[in-house]
T-cell receptor, first 114, second 113 residues
Framework: ETGVTQTPRHLVMGMTNKKSLKCEQH?????MYWYKQSAKKPLELMFV???????ENNSVPSRFSPECPNSSHLFLHLHTLQPEDSALYLC?????????????FGPGTRLTVT | AQKVTQAQTEISVVEKEDVTLDCVYE???????LFWYKQPPSGELVFLIR??????QNEISGRYSWNFQKSTSSFNFTITASQVVDSAVYFC??????????FGSGTRLLVRP
């Protein structure tokens, strides 16, 4: 595997379900990100992990819970979601110390909440 | 406040035409970085270019070129001799001093055969 991978690619869940999105990066980066992309809004940064520590949480509802067990893996745990949470969830990684570096994105998970 | 504006929501051209995608940014930082990403229908954002605020030299990469003008806070992207495979949504983004990426709303480019 190369680059940034995400599973599953598509997910349909009911409002009472619990599911998790997984992201893995194979680029040796030390920072990972979750973004939300919905039809009518620009890309929204949700969470940032740098060296496995959460450094940013952009007022995301608690029904989204991130986890970063190591620098290569990032999860987004989902529970009791709302229909408006239906969106494309993108994971990205980059270097983060010592300058500004481009982020590399995975293919995303298309989430539908019914 | 940091902001990126891509005023063109959708552009349609015929193959082999040249097309320019506009990007205007706002920032109070003196050091910042600008990016362009391509999002094909598959969904993955593909990194195209990074430019820092001290380097106003224009860049050309094959059919792609970028025009950075600090005086007008613009970072425009031109595709020469467009091809159907260029059809995608293109995002301009600004990285501020906290290393947070702020995206524009994107321009959807459709290249018709």
């Amino acid at each position: 595997e190369t680059g940034v991978t995400q599973t599953p690619r598509h997910l349909v869940m009911g409002m009472t379900n619990k599911k998790s999105l997984k992201c893995e990066q194979h680029l040796g980066h030390n920072a990972m990100y979750w973004y939300k992309q919905s039809a009518k809004k620009p890309l929204e940064l949700m969470f940032v992990y740098s060296l496995e520590e959460r450094v940013e949480n952009n007022s995301v509802p608690s029904r989204f819970s991130p986890e970063c067990p190591n620098s290569s893996h990032l999860f987004l745990h989902l529970h009791t979601l709302q229909p408006e949470d239906s969106a494309l969830y993108l994971c990205a990684s980059s270097q983060r110390q010592g300058g500004a570096y481009e982020q590399y994105f995975g293919p995303g998970t298309r989430l539908t909440v019914t | 406040a940091q902001k990126v504006t891509q005023a063109q929501t959708e552009i349609s051209v015929v193959e082999k035409e040249d097309v320019t995608l506009d990007c205007v940014y706002e920032t109070r930082d003196t050091t910042y970085y600008l990016f362009w990403y391509k999002q094909p229908p598959s969904g993955e954002l593909v990194f195209l270019i990074r430019r820092n605020s001290f380097d106003e030299q224009n860049e050309i990469s094959g059919r792609y070129s970028w025009n950075f003008q600090k005086s007008t806070s613009s970072f425009n992207f031109t595709i020469t001799a467009s091809q159907v495979v260029d059809s995608a949504v293109y995002f301009c983004a600004l990285m501020d001093s906290s290393y947070k990426l702020i995206f524009g709303s994107g321009t959807r480019l459709l290249v018709r055969p």
